[in-house]
């Protein structure tokens, strides 16, 4: 087969047959095709889109492009949550103990954050020892050991994500729905789940500005999901201001530690809550989702979650007691307050400037290799919605020596507005069942 001939039938508004994409895809995870012959191609299903056969052939092309996980011998239900990212959603890293506690064995397998957004895996590596590179054996035996484990994508599971997806990254064609949809379905599929819970950021921080594209991208993840027989259920959830208070690796972790002892911020909980009460409830170990959510509330008040989450930084070689001395975790070493510059009410004008701010004190990767400090980031003294006076401080900067901190600070300032009123809108928009 010619690539080109492949590019031309889908410009001209044509599908692609079964043994074209799988031919397509496997040749370029090969390294037979030429990046910028596949760019072109890329390039085409970008404007023209794939349909539902198209999709379904591509993302299991893209699943047959390497090994899967063999949880054949898990007894309980297989488990995981995904989110489309965004700033400081770090839910994943109390879901996933809370779900253990209840029972379910969660082979979370992760990625790292670029651009604004941060990354499961940066967060974890914020405590000092603990590691997330794992071959899928020992992946494996963290699960059994813990009942979870946090780790990054293997090089076998999915190589052609891997390709596919730094050359979208390289050649500006990251945002496209089935694009985006294959490219993470490919992956969860891989981990042999019975129930994946999705979580669609919508708002200024996320990958998906408009609730409507969000939509979008979370149906045809569901249909693919469906198509291959995993339970599967979505929610669209507000990125419209940043989650909870912290912004940055090492203070979002304290914050989660608050969150296992049954505090820290409304929102942060509630989405925890919330969708693990929805996974219980896919899962069949809860028979609604009130029910699940209050099993959920009862392993994080209990002390049972985090427990596991200690047990399970422990066996991926991290000190467990940064979850009760947060003081434990890496420290910036100077804090500046950022303050209203009048009376009013918070308002997010962009979350992805708050985002930005967190990578410009170096916080934050703006090209795939570059390293992170994990303890600069932001703490917000007041959330979206409440009041504030002239002088009163918004949020604390911690930095490192001033390293960034007037570029932090010029894009805190592109990101709040202090507003005669302001009222944030609903955490929770919507569920795709
Ligand atoms: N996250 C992924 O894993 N893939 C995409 O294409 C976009 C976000």
Redesign the pocket.
């Given at each position: 087969m010619q690539l080109r001939d492949l590019t031309t039938k889908k410009r001209d508004g044509r599908p692609l047959s079964d043994d074209e994409i799988r031919w397509f895809i496997s040749a370029y995870t090969r390294g037979d095709l030429l990046d910028y012959h596949a760019a072109g191609l890329l390039g085409t299903i970008f404007v023209r889109g794939l349909d539902e056969r198209e999709l379904g052939t591509w993302t299991r092309a893209m699943l047959e492009s390497g090994s899967r996980l063999d949880l054949s011998h898990v007894q309980q239900p297989k488990v995981d949550k995904?989110s489309?990212?965004g700033v400081g959603d770090k839910v994943s890293l109390a879901l996933a103990p809370a779900l253990a506690a209840c029972g379910m064995a969660v082979p979370m397998i992760s990625?790292r954050g670029l651009g604004h957004t941060g990354g499961t895996l940066d967060k974890l590596e914020a405590i000092p020892g603990f590691v997330t590179r794992l071959s899928e054996d020992e992946i494996v035996r963290v699960l059994d050991e813990c009942g979870l484990v946090f780790a990054g994508q293997t090089e076998r599971l999915v190589p052609a994500?891997k390709k596919l997806?730094a050359l979208?990254d390289a050649t500006g064609l990251?945002e496209a729905v089935p694009?985006?949809a294959?490219?993470?379905m490919s992956?969860k599929l891989a981990e042999d789940l019975d129930v994946l819970f999705l979580d669609v950021k919508y708002g200024s921080g996320s990958?998906m500005p408009d609730p409507v594209d969000g939509e979008r991208l979370a149906r045809t993840m569901l249909g693919i999901a469906r198509s291959c027989g995993l339970k599967c259920s979505v929610a669209l959830t507000a990125m419209d201001r940043p989650l909870g208070r912290a912004v940055g690796h090492a203070l979002e972790v304290a914050e989660i530690g608050e969150c296992l002892a049954g505090g820290g911020p409304a929102d942060l909980r509630e989405l925890v809550v919330a969708q693990g009460g929805e996974v219980l409830h896919l899962a069949g170990a809860a028979s609604s989702h009130e029910e699940g959510r209050q099993r959920i509330a009862a392993v994080l008040d209990n002390g049972h979650a985090r427990t596991l989450f200690e047990v399970v930084i422990k066996a991926q070689g991290g000190d467990p007691r940064v979850v009760a001395r947060p003081a434990l975790l890496p420290q910036a070493p100077a804090v500046e307050p950022f303050v209203a510059d009048r009376d009013g009410f918070l308002s997010f004008h962009s979350v992805r400037e708050v985002g930005l701010a967190v990578a410009a004190l170096g916080g934050g990767r703006l090209r795939i290799d570059d390293q992170i400090d994990p303890a600069v980031g932001l703490v917000w003294r007041r959330a979206a919605g409440e009041a504030v006076r002239a002088g009163e401080t918004l949020c604390e900067i911690h930095h490192r020596s001033g390293h960034g901190l007037a570029r932090c600070q010029s894009h805190l300032t592109n990101a709040v507005e202090v507003l005669p009123a302001a009222a944030p809108g609903r955490l929770i928009l919507d569920w795709l069942r």
């Open positions: 995904h489309t990212g990625g994500d997806y979208r990251v694009l985006i294959s490219s993470i992956k990958f």
